[in-house]
């Protein structure tokens, strides 16, 4: 039997890219993580059992990538240099650094590794970034697949558009001296890639990643005054039959919820339509925020307790999944210690697992996946 494929998780933060290589059933190890968020890394030491690197990545040496020996690198990086809520500077932002200097560390390996994974958010593609990456990966002979891709087309209620990047490097590399190959790339926004059919799939109602909370559970509910203040702007309200929620950020759960994520409706359910200019009626619909439970089930971590009950079917390993909740272990649980503010921060700066996972599983290893 193939031995397991080692895996470097570069800014693991709760450890998203590793639970997708568990919900993708890829014999792998996470050989090292790193980190510098100290309760990002509390709650990957509680559930996996271990303590990722503090070290600055932009200090990591040749010799220190080397010694793990890992043939798979998952990359993660900050998304403030290159979101529309940040100041864009790109490739001149300090939180770039670090990305920027794993790029320059490939061709100074002896072993580069064979699989490279890389999330991040929509605008990542039009970056300096980006083409410093790609060019680099296409003059060492990487097979590059480059996709936006939102999780509702992978049938999960829930709107994230990110960007993803696979590169797998050919058998026999032959290293080029210059890269034409943004001159001819293609950012595909469908899936699969190939093909004019794009995948369909039945998105389930939201009700059944709710929770059922106790009645006159408060510490969820939205503030009236954070609603009183509004005025005309327009919430993202949903309800339980309703498919589809919006990007949740590292905002939630805060004062900003004009533009953090969804709201739940839990009062007065015959109103559908809602006054913008007229604040205290948004007050009586009884908002309340989505819980950590729910957001982690919108974004596939294995968390127990969904309602959504999908056969495991036979699947081909070359053809995503329909959404199916995943129940690998470990489940995604945060220690007593870590705050609700902390939770809804974590889970805003993490991803869709289960995207992730069908990319590692049909795209990334394809031609040689090896399953559990």
Known sequence: MTDPVRCIEFFCGIGGLHYALNIAKIRANVVEAFDVNEI????????????????????????????????????????????????MQDIEDPRAKALVHLIDLLPKLSTPPKYIFVENVKNFEISQSREKLVRQLDIMDYEINECLLTPEQLGVPNHRMRYYLTARRRSNPVTKEVSDYTEKSIIHTSWPFSGSNEMQNDVPELGLFFETLPRGEEKYQVPAKYILKLHGFRLDIVRSTDRITSCVTKAYGSHHIMTSGSLVQTKQMDITEYDWNDPPSLVALGL???????????????????????????????????????????????????????????????????VVAELLRCVLFEEDVIMS
Not at 48 to 61: A, E, H
Not at 302 to 312: A, T
């Open 288 to 354: 309340r925020f989505l819980t950590p439970t729910e957001i982690s089930r919108l974004h596939a971590f294995p968390v127990p307790g969904y309602q959504l009950r999908v056969p495991n079917a036979p699947y081909s390993k070359k053809e995503p999944r329909p959404f199916s909740p995943p129940t690998c272990m470990p489940h995604l649980d945060f220690p007593d210690s870590v705050t609700l503010n902390q939770r809804y921060k974590l889970l805003g700066n993490s991803l869709n697992c289960w």
């Open 40 to 87: 990002a890394n509390k709650v990957y030491l509680h559930n996996f059992k271990k303590n990722p690197s503090k070290k600055t990545i932009d200090r990591l040496t040749e010799k220190d990538i080397e010694k793990l020996d890992a043939g798979c690198w998952l990359v993660s990086p900050p998304c403030q240099p290159y979101t529309r809520g940040g100041k």
